[in-house]
């Protein structure tokens, strides 16, 4: 008898364990940000550290400029392109104004918003218990920022935009993914990113320091093993598995933002973040039990 590949819903441990992983790195490199950002524009970091990030592409370069793109396809680059470079320039001012907890918090708010536009947009209907999650996740988002108890700072509002701008690159995913494979998307946005992260980068310009282009060199590469573990991840169990355990990522960066950057431990951020992803999570399980998939993992549109 041949043998047969184990369905992804066969090693759930294994999706769990490189679930993890990716979110280690996605923490590490919201530190390193953290760390190394103030007085670097927020513009020329994020070009840096997608125009460091191509050089991993290197190899591949032969098999992309392979690809032949029609103008429909090329038009839906550009405009996803254009959304996720608004999003990483907003995500990179962010981190520099609010706690690393309040960001991963309010970044969780991406799916919902994917499968809001997906209502508007494209003609998804949601039902009433999706609706009931969507709701809780937006009330998990108002315990976080509280507004009206507090000051809310230019940093929250970037990183709504930042969520609102991703929901949008990915919506636009849909049809280029019926086009092109995987793999070559993800190296075509590194590359229209980069392209139109410059003209914002070079308007803001402070020549970088050598540590600098160390630190965001690092960030380039946690950023994009970060995205190869969640590959990972997602082959090894459904995102039904794997999708509660982005959780963990809010612990971390609580963690990390009272130990290493003394932001101090904040219990509205912590219930309201687990009000987002517990929604989250129940918004996958229902289109996984409906066999289709609308809303992205919590960490698949990060940097």
């Known amino acids: 008898m041949a043998d047969t590949a184990p369905s992804p819903a066969s090693r759930p441990l294994v999706g769990i364990f490189w679930m993890v992983v990716t979110g280690l790195l996605f923490v590490g490199f919201t530190a390193v940000v953290k760390a190394t950002g103030g007085r670097l ?21 032969p098999r992309v400029l392979r690809i032949r793109l029609d103008g429909k396809t090329l038009g839906l680059l550009v405009v996803r392109g254009v959304f996720h470079t608004a999003g990483v ?16 918090a309010i970044n969780y708010l991406n799916p919902v918003f994917v499968t809001l536009g997906a209502a508007l947009f494209l003609g998804e209907k949601l039902a009433f218990r999706r609706l ?15 507004p009206g108890v507090r000051e809310l700072l230019p940093g929250h509002f970037a990183m709504i935009g930042t969520a609102v701008s991703f929901a949008v690159a990915y919506l636009i995913l849909g049809p280029i993914a019926k086009r092109i494979e995987p793999f070559v998307i993800v190296v075509l946005l590194s590359v229209t990113v980069t392209i139109g992260l410059t003209p914002f980068a070079l308007a803001v310009w402070v020549p970088p320091t050598p540590t600098e282009v160390m630190w ?18 997602f082959a090894a169990a459904p ?15 609580v963690a990390l933002g009272a130990i290493v950057f003394g932001e101090g431990v904040d219990p509205w951020v912590i219930a309201g973040g687990g009000m987002i992803i517990t929604a989250v999570s129940f918004i996958t399980w229902r289109e996984h039990k409906l066999k289709r998939r609308v809303t992205p993992g919590a960490n698949e549109a990060k940097g």
């Not at 001012?93 to 960001?103: G, K, L, N, R, S």
């Open 216 to 233: 965001l060199f690092a960030v380039a590469g946690l950023a994009t093993a970060g995205h190869f573990t969640m590959t990972l991840a």
């Open 41 to 61: 524009p927020a513009a020329e970091s994020a070009f840096l550290r997608y125009a460091l990030g191509l050089i991993f592409f290197l190899p591949f370069l």
């Open 239 to 253: 995102l039904t598995v794997t999708q509660p355990v982005t959780f963990l990522q809010l612990v971390w960066s």
């Open 89 to 104: 320039i907003a995500w990179f001012y962010a981190m520099t104004q609010i706690p690393i907890a309040e960001v991963t």
């Open 132 to 146: 009931m999650a969507i709701s809780v996740a937006l009330l998990g988002a108002l315990i976080v920022l509280r």
